[in-house]
C-alpha cells in the first residue's frame, strides 16, 4: 500500500501549479482555515489582475493614439483576460474535478501491477511535458516582463524628462507611476501578476494532460482485457462471462469519467485554442512592421512571444491527439477480435462492446472542434488567413 501511494503522487503533477493559485480542490471536511487560506489566495490573485487590466485598458482608450502600440496592448489584454476566464473556470468547476480525482486515486489504489505499470508510464510522460511547460512559461514569461524593462533602463525624453519601463503599460490619474516608491510597488505587483498568469496557464493545461493520460492508461487497460478475451486460454463459459462483464463496465466507466473530464476541460481547449489564433495573427502583424521599421530587439521579442503561442497550441493539440490515438487503437483492436472461436450467445455479447468502442474517445474545445493535430494545422492556417486579410485592410 505504501509503495501505491508512492506512485499515486506522480499523477497528480498539476497540483503544486493550481495550489499555488488556491484551485486545487480541498476536501469538504477541510478545517476553516485551510478555506479562509483559499479564498485569500483567490481574492488576492484577481484583485492583482484587475490592478494590470484596469490600466491597461485606460492607456488603450484614453491616452495611446499610436494604432500599432494599441495591438500590442489588444494582445496583453487577450492574454490576461484569457487567463482569468480559464481560472475562474477552474474555480467553478470545483467539484467535478473533486470527483475525478478520487476516481484516479481509486484506479490507482485498485489497481493490478499490470495496470499500474501502464499508470506509471503515462504519469511520467505527463510529468515531463509538464516539467517543458513550465520550464518555457516561467523562463520566457518572466524574463520578458523582469528581465527586459531592466536592460532598457532609463530612458531620457528630448525635453529632458527621464522615465523607467514597466512591464506593463499603467495609466493612474491620481499618482505618477514612474515615480518611487510607486514605480517599484508597480513593478513588483505586474511581475506577481505575470507569475500568476503563467501558474493558471500551466495549471489548467496540467489539468487537461493528467486527466487524458489516465484516460489513456484506462483504455490501454482495457484493450489488454479484450486481447485476453480472445486469446483463446479461457474454456468456462462462466469465466468468459465474468471477463465480458467486466469490459462492458470498465467501458461505461470511461464513458463517464470521458464526460465529467470534458465538462472541466472543454472551455479551457476553446478559451486557449481561439484566443492563440488571434494573438498568432496579431503577433505576426508586428513582426511584420518591426521588419519594416528594422527594431532588431522588437522583432526578437515579438519572435519569442510567437514561438510561444505556436507551443501552447501544439501541446494542447497534442494532448488531445494522444487520447485520440489511444482510442483508436482501441477500436483497431476491438473489430479483429476473434469473435467467431467464441460461443454463440457469448459473441453476441461483444457487438455493443464493438460499437461503443467504435465510438472515439476524444476531447473537444467546448464541442466546437475536437482537440487534435488536425486542429492545429487548422489554427495555423486560420491565423495566417487573418494575418493576410489584417494586411490587406491595413
Not at 501491477?113 to 510529468?127: A, H, L, Y
Not at 515531463?128 to 525624453?157: D, E
Request: proline share 3%; charged share 15%; with cysteine.
Amino acid at each position: 500500500m505504501e509503495t501505491k501511494e508512492k506512485d499515486l503522487k506522480q499523477a497528480f503533477y498539476a497540483q503544486p501549479f493550481l495550489k499555488i493559485i488556491g484551485a486545487w480542490p480541498i476536501v469538504i471536511e477541510s478545517s476553516l482555515s485551510s478555506k479562509i487560506r483559499k479564498w485569500f489566495i483567490i481574492s488576492f490573485s484577481i484583485s492583482l489582475q484587475m490592478c494590470i487590466v484596469v490600466p491597461c485598458i485606460l492607456v488603450m482608450f484614453l491616452k495611446e493614439k499610436n494604432g500599432r502600440r494599441k495591438i500590442n496592448l489588444f494582445m496583453l489584454l487577450t492574454n490576461i483576460l484569457n487567463q482569468v476566464f480559464k481560472y475562474v473556470i477552474t474555480l467553478n468547476r470545483a467539484n467535478e474535478l473533486r470527483i475525478a480525482i478520487h476516481e484516479i486515486k481509486k484506479d490507482w489504489l485498485t489497481a493490478t501491477p499490470e495496470d499500474r505499470f501502464i499508470f506509471v508510464t503515462n504519469s511520467r510522460i505527463g510529468q515531463r511535458i509538464m516539467l517543458i511547460i513550465a520550464v518555457i512559461m516561467y523562463s520566457s514569461g518572466l524574463g520578458y516582463r523582469m528581465v527586459l524593462p531592466l536592460l532598457k533602463g532609463k530612458i531620457v525624453l528630448p525635453n529632458n524628462v527621464t522615465i523607467r519601463l514597466l512591464p506593463c503599460p499603467t495609466y493612474f490619474t491620481f499618482f505618477n507611476e514612474l515615480v518611487s516608491p510607486y514605480y517599484e510597488i508597480i513593478f513588483m505587483l505586474q511581475i506577481l501578476a505575470g507569475f500568476f498568469i503563467y501558474t493558471v496557464l500551466s495549471g489548467t493545461i496540467g489539468i487537461s494532460l493528467m486527466l487524458s493520460l489516465h484516460m489513456c492508461s484506462l483504455l490501454k487497460i482495457l484493450r489488454r482485457k479484450m486481447i485476453d478475451l480472445a486469446d483463446g486460454s479461457i474454456t468456462s463459459e462462466n469465466t468468459m462471462q465474468k471477463r465480458i462483464v467486466d469490459i462492458v463496465e470498465y467501458q461505461t466507466k470511461i464513458k463517464r469519467f470521458l464526460g465529467n473530464t470534458e465538462l472541466i476541460t472543454q472551455y479551457f481547449c476553446f478559451y486557449e485554442i481561439s484566443c492563440n489564433t488571434c494573438l498568432i495573427c496579431f503577433i505576426g502583424y508586428c513582426i511584420i512592421l518591426e521588419w519594416e521599421n528594422r527594431n532588431v530587439i522588437a522583432i526578437v521579442v515579438h519572435f519569442m512571444l510567437l514561438g510561444t503561442c505556436i507551443f501552447v497550441t501544439y501541446i494542447v493539440c497534442y494532448i488531445g491527439q494522444l487520447l485520440l490515438d489511444e482510442s483508436n487503437n482501441l477500436a483497431r483492436t476491438c473489430i479483429t477480435l476473434n469473435w467467431y472461436h467464441f460461443p454463440t450467445r457469448k459473441a453476441r455479447c461483444l457487438i455493443l462492446i464493438i460499437i461503443m468502442s467504435n465510438y472515439p474517445v476524444k476531447l473537444t474545445a467546448a464541442k466546437v472542434v475536437d482537440v487534435s493535430l488536425t486542429t492545429f494545422t487548422d489554427v495555423m492556417k486560420a491565423a495566417m488567413g487573418y494575418l493576410n486579410m489584417l494586411r490587406e485592410v491595413t
